[in-house]
């Protein structure tokens, strides 16, 4: 069932993409679209297709039966890698697609919109470049009215008018710069993709959340900001200043709150009915060194909702309390219904970095359960059934040490499962309600021990800076794909891959998940089975997540692939991205 393509045979599907196009319009994207958008299976409205961050299309054309048949109908070139930033090229952005018309960012945040309708080729239509100067990545754009929002590397949000990409109006969304509070603008910047919506006082809002920061000496935020001018309509910082609840669980003497970290990486979920927005955030900084920041250090490693129409923290889930690993939460939260202890609920749950995966009541954040997933989990013994918290967490003690293991000032690193970096991040899951049944591909390992070297001087100012001196490994690691029936709590299927997992998943009414790889393989896998059903090989590493719509009745899948890859044994750095197509 393999197929194959090589880099010169998609130069040549490349070059056939049809010469510029008059603009062409769809109808706007409205409120009520976006809330009725799981009911509207030929379009990819937003970047986890819902609010709900299901990742689901019901969409059931390519199907068991006839996924054999599938093949690449076209190619769309995106761009080359370009010189300077970090992590160049590493694609990670999900297309949109509205009445057969793709919009599509890469990693330099440029968006650019294709006619898709005939099936066979694209037609470019516009390309704007915001002309950042450093990139990382750009995992997608949001959509509203006539609007499409791209929020870039270096903290701007850019409106764009979707029939012409010309610049409707655009913002420095970075907090100030305010020294007393360690906020350095210089640090801030996007990563996930936008959120658009309609709160219950009537507000439109465009929601992001700031990112990079929190890794490079700074403390991070969620915002919102008016759809139609982008003007700021509310800030929330995900670490508490003094006095602010949650203040007290950073109990150093030398502020390293100003430092604290807590990123939001990812794009939130949506409650219309609660008016709640659900985000889950980063590690503290500085990763690996408790000691520098004594206490539970809120609100790292948590899931917060905050209220749509003020951005006021209604309240939030710590998993990991003054976590040592980078077990923070980015994975996107999902919104279902399952009965718990025989009554109805209303949750919010994702797949940590630690190894389980969470559900809370999204009204309140009730912790429900935590199961693990990760088959071998050292760092601690269990999950307290009735907190939610490590059963070895000590509220007397401001360091952790969970388990006997830590990081410790001149002190060996320790083993510890699973890997830091193999459980999902920002890849995400997808979520099945016909079968109640949660899915996630990522890695699953140990690392071989972090220790710190040079403890990071306490009588130093770090803001703005990066953290100093650790060391790390990994041991054992491979790529996996879990089946997790929400019901139970239990993997009631799993499939083992050579590579770690970086690009996420898709699932379909056609009982049908896909997914891409870093040798640049890209796979259908039965939704019951996990087996490998089809596959097709792009020839340049996949690290962005799958998608599907349809256009007159005939379904497509689509990718983003090229960029870096740097597991054990895949490609290196590819000149090229491009968006694969594939049809029956």
Not at 32 to 47: G, I
Request: charged content about 20%; overall charge neutral.
């Amino acid at each position: 069932m393999g197929r194959t393509a090589n880099i010169a045979a998609m130069l040549v599907a490349v070059c056939s993409i049809a010469p510029l196009a008059p603009p062409a319009a769809a109808a706007d994207v409205s409120a009520e679209r976006l809330l009725n958008a799981p009911s509207d299976p030929q379009n990819w409205l937003m970047v986890h297709r819902d609010y709900n961050n299901s990742r689901h299309s019901p969409l059931k054309e390519i199907n068991r039966d006839t996924v054999k048949d599938l093949k690449l109908k076209f190619l769309l070139s995106i761009g080359g890698t370009s010189t300077g930033g970090t992590m160049r090229g590493k694609e990670e952005g999900t297309p949109l697609v509205d009445d057969g018309f793709m919009y599509v960012v890469d990693t330099w945040n440029r968006v650019m919109k294709f006619d898709v309708r005939s099936g066979t080729q694209a037609v470019p239509l516009w390309r704007y470049d915001p002309k950042i100067t450093r990139s990382r990545t750009s995992r997608g754009i949001a959509m509203y009215g006539n609007k499409v929002f791209v929020a870039t590397y270096d903290a701007r949000l850019i409106a764009l008018n979707r029939d012409s990409g010309e610049v409707v109006w655009e913002v420095n969304a970075a907090a100030p710069t305010d020294p007393a509070t360690g906020t350095p603008s210089k640090v801030q910047g996007f990563s996930g993709a936008p959120l658009t919506v309609k709160t219950r006082g009537g507000k439109e809002l465009v929601l992001v959340g700031e990112s990079t920061g929190g890794s490079m000496g700074t403390r991070s935020w969620a915002g919102a900001f008016d759809a139609n001018t982008g003007a700021l309509v509310w800030r929330t910082f995900t670490i508490p200043a003094p006095g602010e609840p949650g203040s007290e669980t950073w109990k150093d003497k030398h502020n390293a709150w100003r430092i604290g970290g807590a990123s939001v990486w990812q794009t939130a979920s949506f409650d219309p009915d609660t008016n709640l927005i659900y985000y889950g955030t980063g590690d503290a900084f500085p990763t690996y060194d408790p000691e520098f920041r004594p206490g539970d250090n809120l609100y790292t490693a948590s899931t917060l909702a905050f209220d749509a129409d003020t951005g006021k923290i209604a309240w939030y889930f710590q998993e990991t309390p003054n976590e040592h690993w980078d077990f923070d939460t980015p994975s996107p939260k999902m919104l279902y219904e399952v009965t718990v202890n025989g009554e109805r609920r209303k949750v919010v749950a994702n797949f940590s970095r630690n190894g389980f995966y969470y559900t809370l009541d999204r009204a309140n954040g009730q912790f429900l359960r935590a199961d693990q997933y990760q088959e071998k989990v050292t760092w601690t013994k269990g999950i307290d059934p009735k907190t939610g918290k490590p059963v070895d967490y000590d509220p007397n003690l401001d360091v952790q040490t969970y388990a006997g293991i830590g990081v410790r000032r001149g002190k060996a690193g320790q083993e510890l499962c699973p890997w830091w970096s193999g459980a999902p991040t920002f890849f995400p899951p997808t979520y099945d309600a016909k079968r109640m049944v949660a899915y996630v591909a990522a890695a699953e390992g140990c690392s071989a021990g972090t220790s710190i070297k040079t403890p990071m001087d306490e009588n130093r100012d770090w803001v703005g800076q990066r953290m100093c001196c650790f060391e790390q490994g990994r041991t054992n690691v491979h790529g996996s794909l879990w089946a997790v029936d929400v019901r139970t709590g239990k993997v009631i299927a799993k499939e083992r891959f050579q590579l770690p997992n970086e690009s996420g998943l898709l699932s379909t009414g056609g009982d049908l998940l896909f997914s891409g790889h870093h040798t640049g393989h890209f796979a259908a896998y039965d939704s019951d089975t996990l087996k490998e059903a089809w596959s097709f090989d792009l020839g340049t590493p996949i690290t962005a997540p799958p998608m599907s719509y349809s256009v007159n009745g005939k379904q497509y899948i689509a990718v983003v692939a090229g960029g870096a890859g740097d597991m054990r044994g895949a490609r290196l750095y590819q000149p090229a991205a491009v968006i694969a197509v594939f049809g029956l």
